[in-house]
Nanobody, 124 residues
């Protein structure tokens, strides 16, 4: 069993930055594909970014060039650095873990573990 706990959400003005963190329990963190999803009000949960156990990354087109996913296996933590934030980035952001290689595409149905979510609000 893996527990994921997100932190770092909040309110920021458009153009600002936030860094989300996701701390994972368990000793097998380094073997997991880790990702971030988000869900805006009235919309479906959507993929944001993923990082493989080897550090390969890929992103949704909507965040490419603005968001960076990274991981620290020694700390069992994955990060999402979000720059140049836009009001349309407003959503609840969820950490996700897949007990294998990163699928492409990574969809919600392939996720083995979810965090509880953290709210990100970008004001215009």
């Amino acid at each position: 069993q893996v527990q994921l706990i997100e932190s770092g959400g909040g309110l920021v003005q458009a153009g600002g930055s936030l860094r989300l963190s996701c701390s994972a329990s368990g000793r097998t963190f380094s073997s997991f594909c880790m990702g971030w999803f988000r869900q805006a009000p009235g919309k479906e949960r959507e993929f944001v970014a993923a990082i493989s156990r080897w550090g390969s990354t890929y992103y949704a087109d909507s965040v490419k060039g603005r968001f960076t996913i990274s991981r620290d296996n020694a700390k069992n933590t994955v990060y999402l650095q979000m720059n140049s934030l836009k009001p349309e980035d407003t959503a609840v952001y969820y950490c996700a873990a897949v007990a294998n290689n990163c699928p492409r595409p990574l969809t919600g149905g392939l996720v083995d573990y979810w965090g509880q979510g953290t709210q990100v609000t970008v004001s215009s």
